[in-house]
Structures are given as C-alpha cells and as structure tokens.
C-alpha cells in the first residue's frame, strides 16, 4: 500500500542513490575518460564544471532532502538522542549519522580543496566521500526492518 511513509522513504533512497550513483558515475566512468580524451586545460575546466553541477545539486535538492527525509523518518521510529546508545537499531542509525557527517565534511573539503588549486587533497578528500558515502549505505542496509 502507498502511504506517505513510503513515499518519504522512497525520497531518502532515491536521494541516497543519487548522491552514491553520482560520486561513482563520476569516479568510474568521466574521470578515466576525461584523463584519457581530454587535454589537461580542457579536462580542468570539464571537471570544474561538473563539481560546480554535483555541489549546486547536492546544496540545492541531495542535502535538503536527505536531512529532511531523515528527520521524518526517525521520528516516525520514535528516535531519541538517548535511543541511538541502544544496541541494534540506535547504534547502527548513530554510526550511519557519524558516518554522513564525515561525507559532507570530505565533499566540502574536496570542494574547497578543488577551487583553491590543492589537487592532491582534492582526491583525497573525493576518496574518502565516496567511500564513507558507499558505507552510509551499507549501513543504511543493516537497519533492522519494522
């Protein structure tokens, strides 16, 4: 049956999906393209401007509804401060929550990195979001069903 429930949880996966498809569309397939195809200032500028897309879309739809979708739904569950201490379903969702907070911190230092010609850092940083951003989902997927 739809319900609003399902809906706001399948904003929060979709939003999720877009975030992680992104990062790994990115990783996976342009980068190595764009290294191979492309001379050095032109890949700069073709990178650059899709960073600029990726964050505007990450500030403007991927954050909101995330935070939003997730708020909702924890409230939905009940969820208390206190309740993310719990074994099970607290602590999995709090490490989820640590866990997206050091991806948007890599996202904005790699964004940061990128605009202010630290390129070293930049991959670093890129790495590190898309790796915490694949492990949010993975615990995102070892919440307990309810």
Do not use: C, N
């Not at 397939?29 to 890949?43: F, K, N, Q, S, T």
């Not at 099970?88 to 996202?107: E, N, P, Q, S, T």
């Amino acid at each position: 049956m739809l319900t609003i429930w399902t809906v706001v949880r399948f904003l929060h996966v979709l939003g999720a999906a877009l975030w992680v498809g992104g990062q790994l569309t990115v990783s996976l397939v342009v980068l190595p393209l764009a290294r191979r195809g492309l001379d050095a200032e032109r890949r700069g500028s073709v990178l650059t401007a899709i960073g600029r897309r990726f964050g505007l879309l990450t500030v403007a739809f991927f954050l909101p509804v995330q935070i939003g979708t997730g708020i909702a739904l924890a409230w939905r569950r009940g969820v208390t401060w206190e309740s993310l201490l719990v074994p099970g379903y607290g602590r999995i969702l709090a490490a989820k929550l640590a866990l997206f907070a050091v991806v948007m911190l890599a996202a904005a230092l790699h964004g940061a990195a990128s605009s202010r010609g630290y390129p070293v850092l930049a991959r670093v940083m890129a790495v590190t979001s898309l790796v915490t951003s694949v492990g949010v989902v993975a615990l995102a997927t070892a919440l307990p069903v309810t």
